[in-house]
Nanobody
Framework: QVQLVESGGGLVQAGGSLRLSCVAS????????MGWHRQAPGKQRELVAG???????VYGDSAKGRFTISRDNTKNTIYLQMNSLKPEDTAVYYC???????????WGQGTQVTVSS
């Protein structure tokens, strides 16, 4: 079955950095667009960053200039490097996968990121 397993979340002070990872299994990884959404308490889930199967990237407004998404197709893994973290970045970060030529989509279980002021 399909699994997306996130890791790398934790507690960090404002201004610090974290790198999230998401390892996918059960899919043909290089045929999937991948990315990250996040959801803070009481708020809607929002796009953080996405990376297409061909490598193009897209960022949500909150991530531009601070976060970088990348993928390693040899490891079935995507990464989210988060720098200059702010308390408002506190959320559960979810990895997602969407088939580039199908409607199939999957979510990970999420990883908590907490930024203290």
């Amino acid at each position: 079955q399909v699994q997306l397993v996130e890791s790398g979340g934790g507690l960090v002070q404002a201004g610090g950095s974290l790198r999230l990872s998401c390892v996918a299994s059960g899919i043909t990884f290089d045929r999937y667009h991948m990315g990250w959404h996040r959801q803070a308490p009481g708020k809607q889930r929002e796009l953080v960053a996405g990376i297409l199967s061909g490598g193009s990237t897209v960022y949500g407004d909150s991530a531009k200039g601070r976060f970088t998404i990348s993928r390693d197709n040899t490891k079935n893994t995507i990464y989210l490097q988060m720098n200059s973290l702010k308390p408002e970045d506190t959320a559960v970060y979810y990895c997602y996968a969407i088939g580039s030529s199908s409607s199939s989509g999957y979510w990970g279980q999420g990883t908590q990121v907490t930024v203290s002021s």
